[in-house]
Structure formats: structure tokens, C-alpha cells
């Protein structure tokens, strides 16, 4: 909470070092987040057509990008 | 078990390690210790791999292409502070996150070390028995190589499946150790 209320207070630093590891901090979050995401989705029967339309990606990037972490528990 | 590596055989596996964090991969795969081995490019097993074309440079394009780079999953322990940055409150999306899919769904990485994917596990111990089966006590670079190639669904027996057959690399391996004192 200390962090985001500093952050809420003060304009965003225009140091380069400052701002680049911010984006490369969100890349991670959002990679993050897309792994958690596509596992749930498998989990409950989605197939990758379905999880690659929902996130607006190809089949073959999403099923490539994803398909050795998560569990296959059915061939779609 | 790494007490018997030779030092570049070592040396292959620290590089193996910075190559995937190089890629953005959050494991060890085959495909690493492979580049490792083009990267340490001396031993008998970075020679063989450029006998056969498969030189540094030639070899990080392949893993890049057939293992996206870009995947490292984990956030790291300064993220917090630096998403701060933006106005987000990593920590009160980690309770959210956590409170539906259960504690340490978004884990945090732990710095530097990365772990061995069971497939690269299963190469290491491969590269013990090719050492053994050769009569060698020591596991250099030669052995490294023979063991990738030998697991069968590791992406490193993909990439060599392609240009050259385990006996092959076994021929050179033997050829190259006749013309020299072990130094793998």
C-alpha cells in the first residue's frame, strides 16, 4: 500500500531506468497472469481455439506459447 | 554427481544457465545445455556441433524459433516496487489473484538460480552412462552432447535429430578423443 500511495502522490519518474523496469515489471504481470488464465481455461474445457479467439492471438501462437506448461487433459 | 564433470563441461551448464535467462526462460531445458555447449565452443562437444553447422549463433536462432523467447513467467521480487511505479498495487492484485486460484498462484521468482526441466535432468544422467559406457571416468562436453542426444522429446534431440545420428556423434566423439589426451 506504501508503494501505490507513493505512486498516487508524485508524477511518474522520467528517468529511463525507472520507467523501463516498470514495463518490464508489466510484461512479467501480464505473463503472469495469461499463464494462470490459459491453465483455468484448460482446466474447465476450453480448447485453444477458444482461449486464442479470447485473448486475440492465433491458435498456433497461444497452443505454442502455452501448450508444454499446462497440463494436457484433452486434445484440442 | 557434477563432481565428475570436466571443467568445460561445467563451465557449459553456468552458460546453459545464462542462456535461458537470456531468452527469458524461467528453466533449463535440453535446448539450453545444447547452446551451452555450442557457447563453450572448445570442447569436444562445441566442435562437433560446429562440424555439423550448428554454431552459436546458428543454434540460438533455432531454440528461439521452436521455444519463444519472452516466457519467463515469474515475477521477481522487485516488481512490487517497480509497478508501483505506475500506480499498481501488486500486492492487492496478488490477494485477489490468490483469493480465487489459492495462495502462490502468482508466485514470485526466486533470484538467479533456474531450475532443470526433468527432460534436462534425464539428459545429465544420460550423459553419465554414455561416459560409462565409453570406459571414461570423467563426463566432458563429448558426454554431455551424446546424453541430449539421447533423450528422446527434448527439443536438443529434436535440433541434432535433424543434421546427425547418435552413432555419428559417437564416431566423431571417439575420433576426437584418439587424437588427443581427454580434455573433453
Redesign the interface.
Known sequence: ?R??T???DQA??KDPA??L??V??????T???E??QVA?ARARDWTWQEIATALGVSKQAVH??HSN?VPDQGKA | MFERFTDRARRSLTLAQEQAVFLGHDFIGTEHMLLGLAVERDGVGGRILQEVGLDEDTLRAEVGRRM?P???????P????????????????RER?ESS?GEG???TARTGKVPFTALAKQALESSLRSALALGHNYIGTEHVLLGLARTEGGVAAEILDDVITVGDISERVIMKLRGMGHTG
Open positions: 500500500m508503494n501505490a507513493k505512486a498516487a511518474m519518474s525507472v520507467g523496469r516498470a518490464a515489471a508489466l510484461r512479467r504481470l505473463e503472469s497472469l499463464a494462470l483455468n505454442q506459447k506448461r | 519463444p519472452g516466457a519467463a513467467l515469474h515475477l521477481r522487485e516488481d512490487g516496487d517497480a509497478l508501483a511505479e505506475l500506480g499498481i498495487d501488486l500486492a492487492q492484485i489473484v486460484f498462484a502468482l508466485p
